[in-house]
């Protein structure tokens, strides 16, 4: 399983832009990553926040439903809000804080565009 974070706070949605692999170089998507052997979900999500932002955060209820990325493997989305720290992009390119009306102009991951709806819902 991958898990990813929707970090909302102001009334916006934290995102963050890819710098590898080429492939999806540029790309938008939320933090996150993929659970370990042996990991709760939600430690993956604390731990992969950490590593990628530098910020604690609180874990939540899922958001949408969970989302095929290949066999065996699904992207699922936690609410999320942040602890302590200010988010910075420490292995991406760029972080920003999104408005609901951004969201479907964003250029996400093919398996984040599916939960813009859901992840709209969540800022409205
Ligand atoms: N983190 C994250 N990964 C996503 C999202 N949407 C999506 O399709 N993915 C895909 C991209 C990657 O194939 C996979 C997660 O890879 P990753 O590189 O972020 O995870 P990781 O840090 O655990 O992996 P690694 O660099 O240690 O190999 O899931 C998303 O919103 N957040």
């Given amino acids: 399983m991958v898990v990813g974070a929707a970090i909302v706070r102001d009334g916006r949605l934290l995102a963050q832009q890819r710098a590898y692999p080429e492939s999806h170089a540029g790309q938008w998507e939320l933090p996150g990553g993929q659970v370990e052997a042996g990991e709760?979900?939600?430690d993956a999500l604390?731990?992969?926040c950490e590593e990628e932002l530098g910020v604690t955060v609180v874990v939540g209820g899922q958001v949408g439903p969970d989302v095929p990325l290949k066999k065996d493997v699904v992207l699922r989305i936690y609410a999320a809000a942040l602890g302590g720290g200010e988010p910075e992009a420490l292995e991406h390119n760029a972080v920003r804080w999104l408005t609901a009306d951004e969201l479907s102009?964003?250029?996400?991951l093919?398996?984040?565009r599916v939960l813009v709806p859901a992840l709209q819902a969540l800022l409205t």
């Fill in 105 to 108: 102009g964003v250029d996400w």
């Fill in 40 to 42: 709760k979900p939600e």
């Fill in 110 to 112: 093919p398996a984040d």
């Fill in 46 to 48: 604390v731990r992969e």
